[in-house]
């Protein structure tokens, strides 16, 4: 007789009551959005336009548009009556896990903030942990070198660990840092988390256990863009003064094309009135996203514009800071760093100039000098976080 193979262990996902509350309530905008995109269709096809030219205004009347409202009229009832059901729910004090985290950080990605503007609790508030904890809970002995991480989009703090291996952890162990990790909901503009970035740092550096020798931020993906804009905005900020260094990974200075692509999808759909509705869905994609088009560091960078149609690389120069040591790294999937297809592949996400700061126009370039860069080949742009020779270089320029 064949024995039984061995079960295969699942990967746990232990949710709370309110994450279940905040996933009620984001099935419901679901709901309520595609009955919206649903209804337009329905009102573009009994409008019959052409197949070219701009969408019908208005909405179906008549007894089609009274079954459309109480679609959406009922939706909205069954919500908070769910709403209420899980908010009679007791707290849940379990501790969280990293598949929980994992989960919450990637929906903050895609959808952050109308997670955060409806007041979802599954919107994550920005703070600084270490070990997924508050850090002044987790700090064991705090040094005067101290060392600041800002994950990358729809990622969290924790998944600064990649096979075994945290920059943070081994530069604490080998020079003497002690890394603090910023948890941030990456759906959120740009500026707007750096804005919330350089408050906490000015809380951290003030109320650390020890006088603060230097402060060193370390940034991966849209994380070197936060802290770009925390830079900026905070830089009459008392913290600035211990600000020694910046390193970023992997960080789309100037926009990732991905994001570039899901415009020209809108665009696409827009073209017909058909087809015009469906759009509304791919622009559902949060201000996080849409910030990465061209690398936006301010407000002026998206205020008083349509995010989702913005076509212009018109954002206001934002320099480096004076004084603060800057270095890059750069992944490029091809099997060498030079060469045109080693330029275009970059590291499946970001291509290399725009890693590198390097941009036509000279009050956009970075100009950082080239013993300050490293380019990594074939690598993509999560090896950044692990790559035996990427963490030998920010050891030799953090000595």
Not at 190 to 211: H, I, K, M, T, Y
Not at 353 to 376: I, M, N, Q, T, Y
Request: hydrophobic letters at 40%; aromatic letters at 6%.
């Amino acid at each position: 007789m064949t024995p039984n193979p061995p079960a295969v262990p699942r990967a746990r996902l232990p949710l709370r009551a309110a994450d279940l509350r905040g996933l009620s309530r984001l099935g419901v905008d679901a709901v309520v959005g595609v009955t919206d995109v649903v209804e337009a269709m329905h009102h573009t096809i009994a409008s019959v336009p052409g197949i070219v030219g701009p969408a019908p205004a208005g909405r179906p009347s008549g007894i089609t548009g009274f079954v459309y409202r109480t679609v959406r009229a009922t939706t909205r009832t069954v919500g908070r009556g769910l709403d209420a059901l899980w908010a009679a729910v007791p707290f849940d004090t379990t501790a969280s896990t990293p598949e929980r985290e994992a989960f919450v950080a990637a929906l903050n990605g895609v959808w952050g903030d109308h997670l955060a503007d409806t007041g979802n609790p599954l919107a994550i508030t920005v703070s600084l942990r270490v070990g997924g904890r508050p850090y002044r809970e987790a700090l064991a002995t705090p040094t005067g070198r101290l060392l600041v991480l800002v994950h990358g989009l729809a990622m969290n703090d924790l998944q600064w660990t990649r096979r075994g291996h945290d920059h943070g952890q081994a530069l604490a162990r080998d020079l003497g840092f002690s890394p603090v990790y910023l948890h941030y909901n990456s759906g959120r503009h740009v500026s707007q988390n750096g804005r919330a970035f350089a408050e906490l740092l000015d809380e951290l550096v003030a109320g650390w256990p020890v006088p603060v020798e230097e402060l060193v931020i370390l940034g991966h993906s849209l994380g070197g863009l936060v802290a770009r804009s925390a830079c900026h905005l905070g830089a009459a900020r008392p913290w600035m003064k211990a600000l020694s260094r910046l390193v970023f990974l992997g960080t789309p200075h100037h926009g990732a094309p991905l994001e570039r692509g899901g415009r020209l999808v809108d665009a696409a759909l827009g073209l017909s009135p058909y087809a015009a509705p469906l759009a509304r869905l791919g622009k559902a994609r949060s201000a996080g996203i849409t910030d990465l088009r061209f690398g936006n560091l301010q407000d002026a960078d998206w205020q008083h514009r349509d995010r989702h149609s913005q076509t212009r690389d018109d954002r206001a120069p934002t320099p480096l800071p004076a004084g603060v040591a800057t270095y890059l790294v750069a992944a490029t999937k091809a099997g060498r760093p030079i060469g045109l297809h080693g330029a275009t592949a970059g590291d499946g996400l970001v291509p290399l100039a725009s890693a590198l700061g390097e941009h036509r126009s000279p009050a956009l370039a970075l100009k950082v000098p080239a013993s300050h860069r490293l380019v990594v080949a074939s690598a993509n742009h999560w090896d950044l976080l692990d790559r035996p020779e990427v963490y030998r270089k920010l050891r030799s320029w953090l000595r």
